[in-house]
């Protein structure tokens, strides 16, 4: 059982609004082939929690409804274990949105002929990959993982994925292995491209530096540790306004495997349901032809973590 988290809704983060929105986020549910230190979604082997094909179709209807949406963002756990996942990247596709798969590349060695999907579908694949050395990647995601992470790697490229003159984008995610903020984004990718271009001959597009949020798994080995308070200080003290115009949550809502709807995937892990008009929880169903431009964002404590430093995103740093 996990330590029991300090209260995070009393906050003195400012308010912030949505604009336009441009991404829904969709987690297909929290099983995953691995179970990484890091992880804010608690995920693992042993979840149950799957999207059912009935909310498929409800996130497909809400996308046909909603033309400001550019990008599908699908998470998990491990999003290729949902059972209707390929359904729902054939049809979305079909309605002309970018597709993203937050894939954590073991899983391309669980599902043979995923990689191949990917690239027949032109999905853009951000995978998940924390350091360059295999001895600080084993030990935040697993024994073994580094090398079957460098192995879908060698999969991606050989499809074309992260070389020039390809539209096949790969991206790489970097977690910080404890309780710091990441480093510069920019002079890290480089050391990201030259390492694993030299040694294992993989490339890449881009390395987005994402900081560890203070919730489920790793909220939890920080208080073991008796970091949390220490950890939520930095991340206060480094918070910087310029970021609270590019945070994800202002074009973006998260979609969680039954489909409520949050204004983040932190948000969603806490319980911290978008609010409209009262402060019930929402359907997605419950969208159709509701504008949320200017609706207020459900802000607390964690969210220093994504305007603390250089910002911090789904999609990287945001400065």
């Known amino acids: ?18 604009s336009n929105l441009e991404t829904l986020q969709v987690n297909l549910g ?13 995920a693992g082997p042993n979840r149950t929690e799957i999207m059912e094909r009935e909310t498929c179709e409800q996130i497909l209807t809400y996308l046909r409804a909603t033309p400001s949406i550019q990008t599908l963002d699908l998470t998990g ?30 899983i391309l060695s669980v599902q043979n002929d995923l990689a191949e999907f ?27 993982v580094f090398q079957d992470s460098i192995a879908g790697l060698r999969q991606l490229n050989a499809l074309g994925y992260g070389q020039e003159n390809q539209d096949l984008q790969l991206n790489l995610v970097f977690n910080p292995q404890g309780a710091s903020l990441p480093p510069p984004q920019a002079a890290l990718e480089a050391d990201y ?9 993989i490339v890449f597009n881009q390395l987005y530096t994402i900081c560890n949020l203070p919730i489920q798994r790793f909220g939890s080995a920080l208080i073991s540790k008796g970091e949390f308070n220490t950890y939520m200080q930095l991340l206060r003290d480094a918070h910087s306004d ?16 039954q489909g ?57 740093a945001l400065s």
Request: aromatic share 8%; glycine share 6%.
């Open 1 to 18: 059982m996990l330590p029991t988290l300090p209260l995070l809704q009393q906050t003195e983060f400012p308010p912030i609004k949505r």
């Open 30 to 42: 929290y099983i995953c082939n691995q179970q990484c230190l890091h992880c804010h979604v608690n």
């Open 77 to 106: 756990g491990a999003p290729e274990l949902n059972p209707h996942f390929r359904y729902l990247v054939k049809t979305a596709k079909e309605l002309g949105v970018h597709i993203i798969d937050r894939c954590n590349l073991t």
């Open 118 to 144: 990917l690239a027949e579908q032109r999905l853009e694949v951000i995978a998940s990959l924390p350091c360059y050395l295999e001895e600080n990647v084993n030990k935040q995601r697993g024994k073994g």
């Open 193 to 201: 491209k030259k390492f694993l271009k030299e040694k294992y001959d």
């Open 242 to 257: 310029d970021n609270l115009e590019t945070v994800m949550c202002r074009s973006l809502i998260s979609i969680d495997w």
């Open 260 to 316: 409520y709807v949050y204004d983040c995937d932190f948000n969603q892990m806490l319980g911290l349901h978008l609010c409209l008009d009262t402060p019930q929880k929402r359907h997605i169903s419950e969208l159709l032809g509701r504008d949320l431009r200017n609706n207020p964002i459900i802000v607390a404590e964690h969210c220093y973590g994504c305007t603390a430093g250089q910002g911090s995103s789904c999609g990287g």
